[in-house]
């Protein structure tokens, strides 16, 4: 129905319309992934995805704009986060003129930061999340931008929770030369049948304000969030109020650059801010927050620097800790640690032009993890690696990288120390044509990676039709493992096959 209303208003504004663009791209992915049976014998497993996405847009009148979009998903795979799917996942119509846009259908959107919420699709997690609803969005020169959004939100084409909407609000004023502060606000209320009477009756509501500017050669920002929860849905008594949940959360940036240097640095501290509709920043080079918001306080300070022309320097340090009181752990050998979660990152890596042909790199990590995996009390690694990049002529390259980790991990019933020595090639004999390779072999079987101890791919990529096609191929076997980005995170499983992906853009 909603499709179909989508399409009627599309025709009524077809005739007069002027100077129409049809753009849109198609994807195509194969899996053929080897499985184990319980007899011990081996078995194919064929998955297969097609998102093709559409959009249409054209001029109505001097100033009045049109777009239309449509993208259909055939989703077979079959891992546990991402359910099967044949459909619309996206559809949307938009009118925009000077300063007011309309959209209603599925769009993305953050408030602030994504304190408030963030609704936003992050390909190296997999994650696709957005709202379902309307959005209007009124800017006026000189003066600021008001935002009022409605709707459901959804993820991976599967709605979050069915029995709430929600209504937002977002003001920001951009009259004042150096600051900008802003204002958002968003309600989640019961949803369900007419006759129930917490129908429309606010459910949460969170609410951050805001201030972005600069002080000379600095650029800041802060951000403070608040979260009060009144209500939850039983089974068997439909909408119960609840204790309230008093959250807050508060995030800052300061940035600053000049000839040569580079400087960032973020601290955030959350507490009860794990609505599941938001990913606060995570102050971290993973993109990984410690519980999504729940209760965690910590910092990022990045350095970049250039103190000759071909030399480039970078440096990374995170730091995190949760707020939540916790239970001690003990385990096997009578050793008790503390329960709370913790982050410790440091990154180190140079790139020296050598010349116009040879490129080094070099990079040194250390990190620290405290009960982030439910299985994993403490897991610590220090690595090293080195590469080499060699242009042999203009549209060919060389590349070579290698190194090692060497893990310490503590479980609850032993402790596994183990090596890990991991190499890549690449290789671009041709402009359209690039050839990879990689392999990650451990001197022992890692219980996480499910007790294998080696892996390794290999494929290629081929750039057709002037790059507006794109066809990648590849088989081996990946550990898996969690996958983070913007604060938003999946767990990976293994693979082991071959892959093909068809990209088309048009």
Known sequence: MRNGFILLCLLAFALPAAAWDFSGNNQATIWVSRGDSLSGGAYNILQYREACDLRLAGRVKDGIRLEAGLKFLYDQETWDDQPLFSGFSKRYLQLKTDMLTVRIGTYYVALG??????????????????????????????????????????????ELDTSMTYLGIELKFTKLA????????????????????????????????????????????????????????????????IKDINGHAIYGSLSASSSGLGVMMDFKDYRDFDAGINAPPPCNREGRLLNNGRGERGFQLDITTTPWELLELHGNISSAKSTKKSDNVSVS???????????????????????????????????????????????????????????????????????????????????????????????VPLKWLNVFASADLADKPVAEYDGQKSWGETGCSVDLDQGRQQLKLSVGKTKGGLVCSGGFCRWEPAFRGFKAVWSWKF
């Open 113 to 158: 930061r994504g304190l408030v919420l963030n609704c936003a699709n992050e390909q190296a997690a997999k994650i696709d999340r957005q709202l379902d609803g309307a959005m209007a969005l009124v800017s006026v020169d000189g003066l600021g931008d008001a935002r009022l959004l409605f709707g459901r939100i959804s993820e991976n084409t599967r």
């Open 178 to 241: 150096s600051i900008t502060p802003g204002l958002a606000y968003l309600r989640a209320n019961a949803a369900g049948q007419g006759s129930d009477p917490s129908l429309g009756k606010p459910v949460e509501e969170t609410y951050s304000g805001s201030l972005a500017g600069n002080l000379g050669p600095v650029e800041y920002y802060g951000e403070y969030g608040g979260r009060r929860t009144y209500g939850r849905l039983s089974p068997t008594a439909g909408w119960v109020g």
């Open 333 to 427: 050998d009578g050793t008790v640690y503390p329960g709370e979660q913790k982050w410790g990152d440091i990154l180190a890596e140079c790139r020296w032009e050598y010349s116009s042909s040879i490129i080094f790199t070099g990079e040194a990590r250390s990190r620290r993890e405290d009960n982030l995996q439910p299985d994993i009390i403490v897991k610590k690694y220090q690595g090293a690696s080195a590469g080499i990049v060699w242009r042999y002529s203009a549209d060919q390259t060389l590349s070579l990288k290698a190194g090692g980790n060497r893990y310490h991990n503590i479980y609850q019933t032993e402790n596994l120390d183990y090596d890990e020595v991991l190499a890549e090639l690449g290789w």
